[in-house]
């Protein structure tokens, strides 16, 4: 399963765009691309999946370059709600999901 | 509430006690998966279930754990002889068949051994 790299830790305001890169430059063709958000004692929550370009919905969006070795979430007016961790995933099929330590976001007044 | 769902949410027992958890996933979520939270970390892998079939199983997970998933519903983690280490936040996910990698997730049992 392709490993990721992701800061370890944001900071941001709220009302601001947040965007978090996620590095997985061993990604394999069949591999789909996924974040996760963990609220603290709450199970991860799915925010957004994609395979390649852009891909949007009601909470965020997903940026994939042509060469698929990065992937960038994007947050758009982030909230005080919004702190959490953020986790990039990359598997294909039914697989197992390996996370990272995620990227830590923290949303100040 | 048609999430997946998980019992006790907390647990606290003592060293060398039995502990069981269960997981009730979506209904018709054909996969069930275990993962294991400590502090700090993202959740690690521990088995996944294919209807009643455990597929796959961790090497985390010790021969003192063990899963099951009788009827391919719903599914209980057991831990024997519980040891400190094994303090953590036990998440049960689970997956439409039609889904490529979306994992729900339950919230959580967090578990203190003492």
């Known amino acids: 399963l392709a490993k990721t790299t992701q800061p370890i830790s944001m900071d941001s305001y709220e009302g601001q765009e947040v965007n978090i890169t996620c590095s997985h430059n061993?990604?394999?063709?069949?591999?789909?691309i996924t974040w996760y958000q963990q609220f603290p004692s709450q199970g991860p929550r799915f925010i957004i999946q994609g395979y390649k370009t852009k891909v949007t919905n009601e909470v965020a969006s997903l940026f994939i370059p042509a060469d698929r070795k990065s992937s960038t979430l994007s947050l758009p007016r982030v909230s005080l709600s919004d702190t959490a961790v953020y986790y990039c995933l990359v598997a294909g099929g039914y697989n197992k999901l390996i996370f990272g330590a995620g990227t830590r976001l923290a949303v100040h007044p | 509430d048609t999430g997946v769902s998980q019992d006790p949410r907390h647990k606290i027992t003592k060293r060398g006690q039995n502990v069981t958890f269960r997981c009730d996933p979506i209904s018709e979520h054909n996969r069930l998966y275990w993962y294991r939270q400590t502090l700090g970390q993202g959740p690690e892998f521990l088995t996944y279930?294919?209807?009643?079939?455990?597929?796959?199983k961790s090497r985390l997970l010790s021969d003192r754990f063990s899963a099951e998933r009788p009827k391919g519903s719903f599914s209980t983690l057991e831990i024997q002889r519980t040891e400190q280490g094994d303090s953590a936040m036990y998440l049960c996910?689970?997956?439409?068949?039609?889904?490529?990698?979306?994992?729900?997730f339950g919230p959580g049992t967090r578990l203190l051994v003492l």
């Open positions: 061993n990604i394999a063709t069949n591999d789909y």
């Open positions: 996910a689970s997956t439409p068949e039609t889904s490529q990698e979306t994992q729900y």
């Open positions: 279930f294919q209807n009643e079939a455990q597929l796959e």
